[in-house]
């Protein structure tokens, strides 16, 4: 459906997720990617929790978040990366199993920004179940050269 | 401006910090709260990066809703308790500061539904610089008795 | 996939539609439902594009906004209703055509929230184009009896 | 606060409510306008309600949108304009008065992305009652030369 412009668009992903501190922390691990896709999962600990016992919301939204940058990220040229400009994210159920997946999917890709959405599902031994829904936008820029937006 | 409902309210603010271990983890502090109100605070750390360096959407994505769902428990009462039903955050700029500040305001309480917007600040030596706002809805629960919404 | 409460679903939907006057005045017409989805439509006239010539902003999210509540009001008992409590939605293309149909699709139902997704499309000779998708998030209310939210 | 780069914005930004199809027939009309921000006002008619005789969430989404894209211009270049990218809209309170008054507010502009405050007031003989509160994403684009985003 969508159309790859670098050839090495998987280990540029797979880069994203490697070398940010931040979901590597948290426990994020990608699954799996093509174009205009990728799916990322987290297996839960106590630390993810919040007072209530279920997984804290700013865990569901950053591995939403990350995994659409990187779903973005399948279909960009070599000179290109992107930022999250913004994003929604709906709570739908409180999350309670042992292991997260997310799948985000680009619904329209752009020169300049491209809308992305994430599903996150929590996993136990039965079937999964859709804990949170984002949409992302998020802004394309270049590496090089002239910054984009969102500037300083 | 706003009632309050439970004359404890600053200490059942404090408990939605200290016992919420996603925050707990990430270094969040309560600063400060008032009727419709708090600030929370985070010193950056290496680990809230993303691969770019900056402080990561995830991070102040949690610094947002949780001080936001803070700031709707200064005005509940004693048997009450909130949960994020939705969240939309913008990031404005890029955060490179060495400390985060967060402000959240109530914009409309409700018996079922808290409207609040969260502001995030990166700050530096200079004056602070707004980084992030979002807007959250809060679902207000009910401790005991049948559990309001979200529902599993 | 869901229940339906009130048997004479169809009937009601019918009268969410007629009865609004906004949106008969705009055109918005009833095209199908079934329990959890809706779909309408609307002729494209020049009072609803914008000064570039493409269809407002607003008019998509109207009929966003619209036939979400209408796809909720198919799974609410005879009692209740439905007011949006917000929406987000994206406008991925511009819309062009000489027709629009939107689909609402419930994406959690629930006693006191629902969460509805609608997708927008421009509708030409060809295949019809994706131009808008929104989520929005309706709050459930009796119609007697103490008020829900949100409140005055 | 913010840099004027088109001296005539005001008649450029008259043009903007005045060449608009879809909110002259609303009946939008253009208050006073300043670098960064636009008030709009719209006085309510039998046609703007929804079945509950409240003004339909429409309506405030088209004045908050439409008045977003007003304060955004007024900080362009002449050769700049803007579309809507995605908006979220808060609906506080149900809107019953005879009047609606929008005032929007830049709160990031960017050369590729503008992000604008909309609050929408409910106006009778007493003080404005807030209705509805919008936080837009503006594209700018290019009037000549190659088209920015939404692309096609």
Redesign the interface.
Same mark, same amino acid.
């Given at each position: 459906m969508f159309t790859v412009k670098n050839p090495r668009y998987r280990d540029r992903v797979q880069?994203?997720i490697d070398? #940010?501190?931040?979901?590597k922390? =948290?426990g994020l691990e990608l699954i799996d990617l093509g174009p205009g896709w990728c799916a990322c999962g987290l297996v839960v600990e106590?630390?993810?929790?919040?007072?209530?016992h279920v997984v804290? #919301?700013?865990?569901l #939204?950053? =591995?939403a978040?990350?995994t659409a940058g990187a779903a973005g990220s399948t279909l960009l040229a070599a000179d290109e990366?992107v =930022?999250? #400009?913004?994003?929604?994210?709906?709570?739908?159920?409180?999350a309670r199993g042992e292991r997260l997946v997310c799948r985000a999917q680009v619904?329209?890709p752009?020169? +300049? =920004?491209s +809308?992305v959405e994430s599903e996150v599902f929590s996993v136990t031994d039965e079937a999964p179940t859709?804990v949170a829904?984002a949409?992302v936008?998020l802004?394309v820029l270049k590496t090089s050269g002239a910054k984009?937006?969102?500037?300083?």
């Open positions: 880069q994203v070398r #940010a501190a931040f979901v922390d =948290l106590p630390r993810h929790l919040q007072q209530t804290h #919301a700013g865990v #939204a950053t =591995l978040d990350h990366y =930022l999250t #400009a913004e994003f929604k994210i709906n709570l739908l159920r409180t619904l329209k752009g020169r +300049i =920004l +809308i859709l829904k949409s936008t802004a984009a937006t969102p500037e300083k």
